[in-house]
């Protein structure tokens, strides 16, 4: 079984950045893609960001590609979100996922979402004021 425990979130003004930390532990982090995603309210699960087990190969959503930066350490087993240039429309709950295959997208091409993945962390809250 893999817990995942996520931290870094906060309120901070529009334009800032923030780093987001996922610590995993129990099963075999470094065989497993990783993922971000993120709920605001009234809304469902948003694909944020996949990273492969060895951090070779990343994917991002549209809507934050050139702001964010997924990355992975696999010696701590953590996985990061770099957010910077944050708008009030990235106020969310914030989720670090894992799967148990490597491969961050589907063979198709097309981004994996929420139910693509095995194991989910509580959340951290991140506000934006504009």
């Known amino acids: 079984q893999v817990q995942l425990v996520e931290s870094g979130g906060g309120l901070l003004q529009a334009g800032g950045s923030l780093r987001l930390s996922c610590a995993a532990s129990g099963g075999t982090f470094a065989s ?39 990355s992975r350490d696999n010696v701590k087993k953590t996985v990061y979100l770099q957010m910077n240039s944050l708008k009030a429309e990235d106020t969310a709950v914030y989720y670090c996922a894992a799967r148990n295959l490597a491969s961050a997208v589907r063979n198709s091409g097309v981004h994996l979402t929420w139910d693509d993945f095995d194991y989910w962390g509580q959340g951290t809250q991140v506000t934006v004021s504009s």
């Open 32 to 70: 497993k893609a990783m993922g971000w995603f993120r709920q605001a309210p009234g809304k469902s699960h948003e694909f944020v960001a996949t990273i492969n087990w060895s951090g070779t190969s990343t994917y991002y959503a549209d809507s934050v590609k050139g702001r964010f930066t997924i």
